[in-house]
């Protein structure tokens, strides 16, 4: 990902996809989509030190999963994160 990546522009459809995902997400985890979108970002700088990754291809999601040692479900977050190359 370069510096340029993130001031590209994304068409609407683009941006009420994203928009309506984090919706969903902060929904399922009861927090709002600021934080959602923060911990987007935290996570595409973080792993950019590493590696080059596609970010419009990243997709966060919030689930129930149940959890040993715990009675019920608890929230977990998974990502998808598509992976362009290695950084040396």
Do not use: H, W
């Not at 370069?2 to 969903?24: E, M, T």
């Not at 987007?40 to 040993?68: F, H, P, R, W």
């Amino acid at each position: 990902m370069s510096v340029f990546d993130l001031f590209r522009k994304k068409n609407s459809g683009s941006i009420a996809k994203d928009r309506l995902k984090l919706l969903l997400v902060s929904d399922r985890a009861s927090c709002s989509p600021e934080i959602m979108e923060a911990i987007k970002n935290d996570i595409i700088q973080v792993i950019s030190k590493y590696m080059e990754i596609d970010a419009e291809g990243l997709d966060i999601q919030i689930t129930q999963t149940e959890c040993e040692g715990s009675e019920g479900k608890v929230p977990a977050l998974f990502a998808n994160i598509p992976i362009k190359d290695i950084r040396k």
